[in-house]
């Protein structure tokens, strides 16, 4: 008759040794999983830094010299991307996906400058007659720009006469920098497009001014 072995006289048989595979295997698990969050976060970086990096707008920039008067096309220009510290200052430029089609320069712009807004204007502007006007700094909106149209009103300097309009919705194709010290004395310079139909009122209209300040009005869009 076969006799089993036993220790320590207590009848059992030895004890088995705890199995290590499952503590093993969490361990992966853990590594696993951390190892996915690395690649997810370094995912998640690369996409803000790529969104950063094409932060830009496409503009017009001229290809060779361009003198004023002339038509401008795509072949006498080339995309540049910019980084512009806000809206306003990227609206001063014509987009690379504005149209093209009837625009002419008002001024010469040279190879490799950015296409100002205010210099490439529609055939119709183009053909309007220019007038200077002096205006007050506090008788026209502060953040006027080339390109707004506005009514030119004009206030007598009697205070017995009613203001009256000039012209309706002609545009402003120029102004300049403030002009003056400060206060009233402050004037800007700017320039307006009249088309033929407003030419008719002209000698009115310079009458008008000599006894009174121009104002410029300009309509929400």
């Known amino acids: 008759m076969a006799e089993t072995a036993v220790r320590g006289g207590t009848g059992f048989g030895a004890p088995s040794v705890p199995a290590q595979r499952d503590r093993r295997a969490r361990w992966k698990d853990g590594r696993l999983v951390l190892g996915v969050l690395l690649v997810a976060l370094t995912g998640l970086a690369g996409a803000k830094l790529l969104s950063a990096a094409d932060d830009t707008t496409s503009i017009w920039a001229a290809k060779r010299d361009i003198p004023a008067g002339q038509k401008l096309t795509a072949d006498d220009l080339t995309t540049a991307r910019v980084r512009f510290t806000n809206t306003e200052d990227a609206g001063r430029y ?3 996906d504005a149209e093209l089609n009837g625009l002419v320069l008002t001024r010469a712009v040279d190879a490799g400058e950015f296409v100002p807004r205010d210099a490439a204007v529609s055939e119709a502007d183009n053909d309007r007659t220019e007038l200077p006007l002096s205006v007050a700094t506090g008788r026209l909106p502060s953040d006027t720009a080339a390109g707004d149209e506005v009514d030119v009103w004009v206030v007598p300097k009697d205070a017995n006469q009613p203001a009256k309009p000039l012209w309706l919705e002609v545009r402003v194709l120029q102004i300049d920098a403030v002009k003056g010290v400060a206060g009233g004395s402050a004037r800007r310079q700017v320039l307006i497009g009249l088309s033929e139909s407003d030419l008719r009122r002209l000698p ?8 009174g300040e121009p104002v410029l009005v300009r309509q929400g869009s």
């Open 94 to 96: 014509v987009a690379a």
């Open 204 to 211: 009115a209209g310079l009458s008008a001014m000599s006894s």
